[in-house]
């Protein structure tokens, strides 16, 4: 009986042991605060449209070159995850050509600030 009791309070001490670590995994990969690369797909918008642009401001780039004339500042908008992130200094540089394109936008992920190393067209 003591042995028994011995192996079940091992094979639960080991379960325990797994289901930590693989908690532990999980929360690391969901970190969003990375300094690797990544890529994210989106397109160019503005701080104040986001993820949907305001009617009667024309196309999407229209509306996204006035918005930034008017003070906002250029984002990805993520439409598919209904994520928006925000851009640094060279992002924002970059980002003008693209306005109200789908685009690759490359660069290392803190939060929702993408410090951009590569901004791309997308098909």
Avoid: P, W
């Amino acid at each position: 009986m003591r042995t028994l009791s011995l192996k079940l309070a091992l094979i639960l001490l080991a379960l325990a042991a797994a289901s930590a670590v693989s908690v532990s995994g999980i929360a690391k990969n969901s970190n969003n605060n990375s300094t690797e690369e990544t890529t994210i797909v989106g397109y160019i918008s503005d701080s104040s449209c986001g993820l949907k642009h305001m009617s009667g401001m024309g196309d999407d780039k229209n509306c996204t070159l006035v918005c930034i004339k008017g003070g906002s500042k250029f984002v990805l908008a993520d439409r598919d995850h209904k994520v928006v992130y925000k851009l640094d200094n060279t992002g924002q540089e970059k980002a003008r050509e693209f306005a109200g394109q789908k685009v690759k936008v490359t660069g290392q992920v803190t939060g929702k600030t993408i410090k951009v190393s590569a901004i791309e067209a997308a098909s």
